[in-house]
């Protein structure tokens, strides 16, 4: 069974998450500077989120926008990355996330995600989602 059962869960979730990281970390600050965007396309359930220095949009609202990078996994895999219970290069080996764009800005960008990492528990307790 999916961890997110309701899709408009994740969508609030990840509204949250991404707000804050996007307002209150390096990750808005550099995503900015760079000029970069990534888009995650998630599975069970299935939720797009496109995220850039101005904050996130999803599904609909990504229509049109032209992301640097492009992931997609499951909203399962997804959970377990920001929990740090994900091993990346594992999972882009085994295909579990796929990844699409310059190889460059996919590792710039992903220490710019450690913020999130740190923040993520915590919003996984607010909206009841489970963490272990």
């Not at 069974?1 to 991404?18: C, H, K, Q, S, Y």
């Not at 989120?49 to 997609?72: A, I, R, S």
Request: hydrophobic residues 35%; glycine residues 6%.
């Amino acid at each position: 069974m999916p961890v997110f059962t309701d899709r408009n869960v994740a969508i609030e979730l990840f509204g949250d998450l991404w707000s804050k990281m996007v307002d209150e970390t390096e990750f808005g600050k550099k995503v900015r500077e760079e000029n970069l965007s990534v888009q995650f396309i998630c599975s069970d359930p299935d939720v797009t989120m496109y995220v850039d220095g101005d904050g996130p949009l999803f599904d609909d609202e990504t229509q049109g926008k032209n992301p640097t990078v492009v992931m997609k996994m499951s909203s399962d895999t997804a959970h377990l990355y920001w929990l740090k219970k994900l091993n990346v290069p594992k999972a882009l080996a085994l295909r579990q996330i796929k990844a699409k764009g310059p190889v460059g800005k996919i590792l710039q960008l992903m220490p710019l995600l450690r913020p999130g990492q740190a923040l993520y528990p915590e919003y996984c307790r607010k909206y009841g989602i489970p963490t272990e």
